[in-house]
C-alpha cells in the first residue's frame, strides 16, 4: 500500500478546512526507453523507436477532422543537416486557404498510424525541440509563401499523444518568417502538470493560422526531433486544496486542457426536427435562455453563444464540429458578450451556404462580391446591465426578429426571407460559450434554463431543477469535461494538482481505524484547468454529518478485471465482484459488452488511462472471436466481443494488457455461448 499523501478535513458547522496530515513521495516512473527520444526521418526503415529512428509510417494529419487521415512523407531531399548524415524531414502539407489548422503526429512506435506498440511516461522527459524550415516558394504552386504582416507563417501547437487518441497541448511556438533563410530550432518544455502522462504514445503538432496567410497551400519542414531524457527529473504528488462551494446549474467552464483559448464548450439538442422557425412562416417562435453567472474579468472577450445550425444531411453538427459556425453551411449565430464596464450586449449574424468558412458571418463591407449583408444584421446593447438574466431572439412570421435583454431592452430588424428559408427542419439549436482570452482559465457561463416555443417541438428545460444533464441534449464541446450539470445536491468542488496518476479520492469520517477509507462516490470529476482536476461532491460523498476526512491514494495497477453486463465491480466482495451475467446465455453472432477494469491487490479499479486491452477465449481456444473497443481510460476499458464459431457452449473470456504485460490476466465468469 502506498503512503496517505495528503488528508484533508472538513467540518460543515463551521465551514472550515483544515490540513491534518502531509506526507511527501517521489513517484516512480513507469517502465520507458531510458534516453532521449531521436527522430532523425533517416533514409530508410525504422531503425529503433529510441534511437535515430528513421521511419514516418506512423507520422499522420487529421486535417481538424479525426478520421480523414493522409500519411506524410519522408522528404529525403530536404535533408536537415543538423540531425547528422542521412537525416531527412518530415513535409508537412496543409492543403488549405485563408488560414485554418491541421493536427498531425507520428507515434514512437513508428510502424503504422496508430501504431500504440511503445509508450512511455513523461515524468524524466523535460523538453520538446525541432527544426523549421519554410521553402521561399511553394513547391506544390510555385507561389512566393507569404507571412502575416511580414512577421511570421502562424503558430505551431506542440505536445503529445495517447492512444484515446486525444492530443495534449504544452503550448505554442511561432514560426518565424526567417524559418524561409534556413532552418529554426525550436523547443517547448514539458508541462507535467497536465494531465495524465503515464501512457505517451508520441508526439503532436497543431498548425493554427486564423489571419488570412497563407493565402494559398502552405509547406513546411520539420526535422531533428527530439524529447529530451533527465532521469533525475521526477514528479511531486497530487495535493488536494480548498473546497469552493458549486453553483447549480448548467456550468460551461473554460479548462484550456487543449491548450486553446478558442474552446467551445456546448451541448445540441439530441435530435434535429422540431426546433425551427422556419416551418412557421405565419407564427411565432421564440428560444430564450437565462443566465446565472458569467465572468467578469474578460471585457469583449468570454462569449455566451446560440447557434440554430444546419448545412448537411441530418442538419445536425457531426462529432467533429464543434466550430459548426465554421463547418456547417448554414448558421444562426447570436451572443451575448460584455464591454469593460461589463454592460452586457448582443449580437446577430448569420452564414448561408458556406461550409468552412465564416467571412460571410463576419463581413463588414456593404459591397461583396457574394451580397453579403454588413454584420451583425442585429445588435443589443444594454445601458448598464451585467449579462445575467434571460435572453431572447424571436422569430414573428419567420423573417420578423426581436431581440431581447434582460431588462427589457429590445431591438428589431427583418432576416432576409431566401436565407430564412434555409433554416427549416432538420436545424439544430446549440448553447454554449466560447472564452476567447488566455487568462480566464476556469471562469465559467453557467445557464439556469433554456426554452424554446411555438415550435413543433417545445422545450422547456430548468438546469437548476435538474440531477443529471436531460436527454435531449448531447454535448458537442472540444474538452467535454468542461461542460457539467450541477444538480441541486451538490455541497463541494474539491480540487487537486496534477499530476495524478493511478491516485483515487477516498474519505473516511474518522481518523481512527484506517480500514475506513472508502473511495468517494463523486457526482463528476473534471480536469478544470490544464494543472488540476476537480471533484463535485454529493451530500451522499461526506462520510458523516459533521465532519469528515479526504485524502488522495495511489493504488498499485496489478491485475484486471472482466465483467459480463450483469456484474459489477465491488472490492468487499469476494473476486471483486458482485453480481451475475444477465443474461448468461448468448447465440453465434452476437455483440456482447465487456467491461475490463484495471485494478490494484484489493480489486480496487486504478485510475490508469492507456494501456492497450486484448481479449481471447481460453475455454475454447479453437473459437472464432471478434473483438472491438479501446485502451484502459480512468481505469475502464469498454469492449465488445462477437463469436463467430465455438467448439464448447461453456465459454469464458481472459483480458491481457499488451502494454504492462506484467499485469496479471482477469478471466470473466462463464456464459454459454450457443
Request: aromatic share 12%; net charge negative; proline share 7%.
Amino acid at each position: 500500500m502506498k503512503k496517505i499523501l495528503l488528508i484533508m478535513r472538513f467540518i460543515l458547522a463551521l465551514a472550515v478546512v483544515t490540513f491534518v496530515g502531509l506526507t511527501t513521495r517521489t513517484w516512480a516512473a513507469g517502465t520507458f526507453p531510458t534516453n532521449t527520444y531521436t527522430q532523425s526521418f533517416l533514409t530508410g526503415g525504422n531503425s529503433a523507436p529510441f534511437s535515430g529512428s528513421g521511419s514516418v509510417a506512423s507520422w499522420i494529419s487529421w486535417y481538424d477532422t479525426p478520421g480523414n487521415n493522409t500519411q506524410l512523407p519522408n522528404d529525403v531531399t530536404t535533408p536537415d543537416p543538423n540531425a547528422g548524415p542521412g537525416a531527412g524531414s518530415l513535409m508537412v502539407d496543409n492543403p488549405f486557404t485563408n488560414g485554418n489548422q491541421n493536427l498531425f503526429f507520428g507515434t514512437f512506435g513508428n510502424q503504422a498510424g496508430y501504431d500504440w506498440s511503445t509508450q512511455v511516461d513523461l515524468a524524466p522527459f523535460d523538453t520538446i525541440a525541432f527544426d523549421v524550415f519554410v521553402k521561399p516558394i511553394n513547391p506544390n504552386t510555385g507561389l512566393i509563401v507569404q507571412t502575416s504582416s511580414s512577421t511570421n507563417f502562424g503558430s505551431l501547437q506542440v505536445g503529445v499523444i495517447n492512444p484515446t487518441p486525444a492530443a495534449t497541448f504544452f503550448g505554442s511556438v511561432t514560426i518565424p518568417a526567417s524559418a524561409s533563410n534556413g532552418r529554426v530550432h525550436l523547443t517547448m518544455p514539458i508541462n507535467h502538470a497536465m494531465g495524465d502522462q503515464s501512457h505517451i504514445g508520441g508526439i503532436a503538432f497543431n498548425y493554427n493560422n486564423y489571419n488570412g496567410y497563407p493565402t494559398n497551400d502552405f509547406v513546411f519542414w520539420i526535422g531533428h526531433l527530439t524529447m529530451h531524457y533527465n532521469p533525475g527529473q521526477s514528479n511531486p504528488p497530487p495535493k488536494l486544496l480548498t473546497f469552493q462551494k458549486p453553483v447549480t446549474g448548467l456550468n460551461m467552464t473554460d479548462t484550456q486542457v487543449t491548450g486553446n483559448n478558442n474552446n467551445r464548450y456546448q451541448v445540441e439538442t439530441a435530435t434535429s426536427t422540431g426546433y425551427s422557425f422556419a416551418n412557421h412562416p405565419t407564427g411565432t417562435v421564440t428560444y430564450s435562455w437565462d443566465i446565472k453567472s458569467f465572468p467578469t474579468n474578460s471585457p469583449n472577450g468570454y462569449q455566451q453563444h446560440f447557434f440554430i445550425v444546419n448545412g448537411n444531411t441530418a442538419g445536425r453538427p457531426g462529432q467533429y464540429d464543434q466550430a459548426a459556425d465554421w463547418n456547417l453551411a448554414n448558421c444562426i449565430f447570436i451572443t451575448v458578450q460584455a464591454d469593460s464596464n461589463n454592460f452586457a450586449y448582443m449580437g446577430f449574424r448569420y452564414k448561408t451556404n458556406e461550409p468552412q468558412g465564416n467571412g460571410m458571418i463576419y463581413n463588414t463591407s456593404s459591397n461583396t462580391v457574394q451580397g453579403w449583408p454588413v454584420e451583425p444584421v442585429g445588435f443589443l446593447a444594454t445601458s448598464n446591465y451585467s449579462p445575467l438574466g434571460t435572453w431572447s431572439v424571436t422569430f414573428n412570421n419567420q423573417t420578423n426578429v426581436t431581440l431581447t435583454a434582460p431588462h427589457g431592452q429590445t431591438t428589431n430588424f427583418v432576416f432576409d426571407p431566401a436565407s430564412a428559408a434555409l433554416f427549416a427542419d432538420p436545424v439544430t439549436p446549440i448553447l454554449g460559450a466560447q472564452p476567447n482570452d488566455t487568462f480566464v482559465i476556469g471562469e465559467s457561463v453557467i445557464y439556469n434554463s433554456f426554452s424554446v416555443t411555438g415550435n413543433d417541438h417545445p422545450l422547456t428545460d430548468i438546469f437548476t431543477n435538474d440531477s443529471q444533464l436531460s436527454t435531449n441534449w448531447t454535448v458537442l464541446a472540444n474538452d467535454p469535461n468542461g461542460v457539467v450539470l450541477v444538480p441541486p445536491n451538490a455541497v463541494y468542488w474539491l480540487p487537486w494538482t496534477l499530476p495524478d496518476t493511478g491516485f483515487s479520492l477516498q474519505t473516511n469520517a474518522t481518523l481512527g481505524t484506517a480500514s475506513n477509507w472508502e473511495e468517494v462516490a463523486v457526482l463528476s470529476q473534471v480536469q478544470n484547468s490544464p494543472t488540476n482536476r476537480a471533484a463535485l461532491l454529493g451530500v451522499n460523498a461526506l462520510p458523516s454529518p459533521n465532519q469528515g476526512f479526504f485524502r488522495l491514494h495511489k493504488r498499485t495497477y496489478t491485475q484486471l478485471q472482466v465483467l459480463w453486463p450483469g456484474e459489477t465491480n465491488s472490492p468487499s466482495a469476494p473476486g471483486g465482484k458482485i453480481g451475475t451475467p444477465n443474461p448468461s446465455s448468448y447465440n453465434v453472432g452476437d455483440t456482447i459488452p465487456v467491461t475490463v477494469n484495471g485494478c490494484d491487490s484489493t480489486w480496487h479499479i486504478v485510475n490508469i488511462t492507456g494501456s492497450s486491452i486484448y481479449l481471447y477465449s481460453q475455454t475454447d481456444a479453437s473459437a472464432n472471436i471478434a473483438v472491438t473497443g479501446g485502451p484502459l481510460v480512468n481505469g475502464t476499458a469498454n469492449l465488445t466481443i462477437t463469436y463467430i464459431t465455438v467448439t464448447n457452449t461453456a465459454n469464458t473470456v481472459t483480458a491481457g494488457d499488451g502494454i504492462a504485460t506484467n499485469t496479471l490476466q482477469g478471466t470473466s465468469s462463464v456464459i454459454t455461448v450457443n
